[in-house]
């Protein structure tokens, strides 16, 4: 995003009446990017912290990748709000600022989680975006309360086979269960360049440090996010949808192949593509983002399948 974009997506996110975001002074580098709210919900496993841009128009809730936090989506709270949609960003449980769950966690047991802070904030039906692991959580909040999901926006399918499950699952026992955490610091220097290989082209390296530090300061194990979403049956869970539902994807991200899969497997399902990236286009192209995003929430202003 160049600044000039990034300065017409903070006036008009002013005049449609949230915080002007103005450059961080260097001590004030990491603040997060303003929204109208920030706060915290109740929920039986102690609290969920939300981010909420303040925008008009039906609710949007976004639910993150892990193993990050409802920061992901900062770069499009201002474009989000400039379009008349109220952005609502959820941290996760464990990941964030919200509580973890007493136990290692599957999709569905953060299902109350997103709808404790509904309550809260006295919503009763929201569109709903989830990214990668945020997806899995999207589409089994959709499952479990079909009638508060307006609109539904799975971004990363990932209708894995049982033997992708079995090779994921040796991948996270042997990389994040039971990782090394290093007398040398190199455990986070690696962490580092993984990440920054993921990113692709254009990586900031004050970005990924962000993001590095979003992965271990989380009040829950790290792993317990992509250990729950390769526990996942997503192809199943697709195939139960009856909500009108978007699977976006970019050319460039990992679970591209994913998202064609799950294309194929539920081709009545809206599904729109967006070139290049990688597994951070919110941030890679924030406004090409929120432009597909909006544009299927508003197609259908009734929010039933057609």
Known sequence: MSTQDRDQSRREFLLAGGVLALAPAPGLANRPSPTRARGYAPWKHGLVHFYDNGGSGTPLLLLHQAPMSARQFESVFAPLAARSVRAIGIDTPGFGLSDPTPFVPAIGDWVPAVTAVMDHLGLERCDVLGHHTGALLATELALRTPSRVRNLIINGPFPIDDEERRIGLERVDRKETRLEYKADGTHLTDSFMGRFRTYGPGADPRLITRYIVEKFQGFGPFWYGHHAAYQYDHAAALSRLRN???????????????????????????????????????DQQPEAWSDAVVAFIRADSTGSRS
Not at 249 to 266: H, I
Not at 269 to 280: I, K, R
């Open 244 to 282: 009108r539902t978007l699977l976006l994807t970019n050319s460039g991200d990992q679970l591209n192949r994913y998202a064609l899969r799950a294309k194929a497997l539920r081709p009545d399902l809206d599904f729109h593509e967006l070139a290049g990236g990688g597994a951070d286009i919110v």
